[in-house]
């Protein structure tokens, strides 16, 4: 029994091998013909011979090479790129890339590195980016510092590092990215920063460290792009830490799971001295907020307080003339003036989207924001019976609107009439129920964009669109027409200088040979996902060279002469149609075949019928239709049998008539 057992397992083992050695045999995928290639994944143990000696950019990941040396990659001397995550290397050896002077960018993240050698890095001219991410280093002098003079980011994350102090003679003066998220750094100290001096406009990542002390001074006139204390659980440590430096953002939002401190402004107090112009503060929450818990961000540009469970911003806030953009999302207003607009008074960017609660937009809450150009109140619950003029009382300069993803709102005419200078509005997925028979758009002169996808829409009515002579971009998906059809006369006759029409989804039977006839810029016409018959493309028949999407309708036979229509477009999507192969559809899979540099997604343009070619994809199909050769030869014969027997015939007819003579 027992020796059964072990052939038995000794069989799977050898399976199991059979295995390995079978996926040897896979190949990489190329991306770019002698360039890019794939190799991801494929148990690989060295660099495929079939790999070319010209490639530049190799992803290697998840295969197995514990050591790397100078003959690992010694043929591809081309290398640019080399991603060489999780491949379960140890040991990087001695001038490992020595002939790859161009190489610019290697990843080894997720490697569990026991031993790099000085020179591991040797060789390439300008070694830009290094990963070294999940590595398993914590300490920064494993890292070899020859050849990295000219490194721009350096990617530290999720590794055991505890201080964050360089060896002396590492090169830094070119780095502007810098990542240490996710490690154990609790102290940062004046020597740590001070061989950072070189590094200007440096991107500098704390994220997810619980930093516990910085020392006085320690970032003194220190000058950064941004800094990142994210997940830090008491932000007056890290403001007091910041003192006297500057930074373009700073970010200081936090996490979920997080058990931080509440802010308080006496926690905000260092900021005063720290010269910043954006700040993210996502996710806490503010004890006893009032006016003076921002004292210290009146010179702000940008100011980010998503999720910070906010019911109101307080009145009375003064100083902060400077700030631009204010996000506002994931918070809990009921009503729009509780924003306190009035206290940001340049502001251009407003966001305030997926509002928890059911908000009121009130009456002329932002008429102070006389510069406000981009407005997002997406996904808050918003309804209005009578939208919007009251609402966005005196925004003379907005010029984007997203209103999408909200409750019901009804318009009436010249509903926008407050915002003449609109150029992007979004409307889709919310309900609008227009009260007017003219247009609700009237007078958005130079509105360029308008999604209007969802909406259910009355599209019987002709002049909702009127009084929108620029407008570019129209996005009509899944709003139904009366009868599935789009009459003669219909609500696109008074956008002529439509370019991209979006007509999916909308249940359409049929399309009037004219519906489209004013629209004569259009470049992109959608129409998938709708259940349009073959001769729908009639309504086409004036446009040139468009991008024409057909994709999953009820097209079964293209009559020849529509080809030509179809023949004069420059891309065209047909897939998903149930297409008929048959002798009846002939003229239409000859022309497929000699167009199919015009077609898109071919793999999923098949026959529907008959049953025996159901599946087979259109550009395999091979009809037969008409006579065969022997068809025609047997025909040939047959008339020539014929004529003769003709003329034998008439010859013995007349010389029977003639033989009394
Ligand atoms: C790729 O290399 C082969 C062999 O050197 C060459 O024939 C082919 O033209 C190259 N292809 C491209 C796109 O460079
Ligand atoms: C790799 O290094 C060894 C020892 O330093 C050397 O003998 C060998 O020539 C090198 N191989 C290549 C391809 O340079
Ligand atoms: C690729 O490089 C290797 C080693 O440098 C060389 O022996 C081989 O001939 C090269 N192959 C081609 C196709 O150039
Ligand atoms: C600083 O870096 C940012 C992005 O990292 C870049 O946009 C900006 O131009 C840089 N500024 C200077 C002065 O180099
Ligand atoms: C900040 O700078 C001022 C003036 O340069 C100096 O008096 C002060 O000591 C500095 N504070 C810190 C914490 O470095
Ligand atoms: C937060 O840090 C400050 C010093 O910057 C300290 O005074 C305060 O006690 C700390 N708070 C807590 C709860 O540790
Ligand atoms: C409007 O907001 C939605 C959801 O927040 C977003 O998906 C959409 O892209 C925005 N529209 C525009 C035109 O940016
Ligand atoms: C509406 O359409 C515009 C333009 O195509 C697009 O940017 C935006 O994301 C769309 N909105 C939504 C909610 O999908
Ligand atoms: C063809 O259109 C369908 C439906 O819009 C889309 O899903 C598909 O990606 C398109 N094919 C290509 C190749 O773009």
Redesign the pocket.
Known sequence: MAPRVSCFLLAILFSASCEVIASLDQTCTEKEANKTYNCENLGLREIPDTLPNTTESLEFGFNFLPTIQNTTFSRLINLIFLDLTRCQINWVHEDTFQSHHQLNTIVLTGNPLIFMAETSFNGPKSLKHLFLIQTGISNLDFIPVHNLENLESLHLGSNHISSIKFPENFPTQNLKVLDFQNNAIHYLSREDIKVLRQATNLSLNFNGNDIKGIEPGAFHSKIFQSLNFGGAFNLSVILNGLRNSTTQSLWLGTFEDIDDQELTSAMLEGLCEVSVESINLQKHHFSGLSSTTFRCFTQLRELDLTATHLQELPSGIEGMNSLKKLVLNVNIFDQLCQINAASFPSLTDLYIRGNMRKLDLGAGCLEKLENLQKLDLSHSDIEASDCCNLQLKNLLHLQYLNLSHNSPLGLQNQAFEECPQLERLDLAFTHLRVNAPQSPFQNLRLLQVLNLSHCLLDTSNQHLLAGLPNLRHLNLQGNRFPDGSIPKANLLQTVGSLEVLIL?FCDLLSIDQQAFHSLGKLSHV?L??NSLPGNSIDALSHLKGIYL?L??NSIQVIPPRLLPILSQQSTI?L??NPLECTCSNVRFIMWYKENLHKL?????TTCASPPSLRGVKLSDVKLSCGMTAVGIFFLIVFLFLFTILLIFSVKYLLRKKYQHI
Request: avoid cysteine.
């Open positions: 999916s959608d998938s996902q999407n994709a999953a999507n897939s998903h898109e997604g071919s793999e999923e």
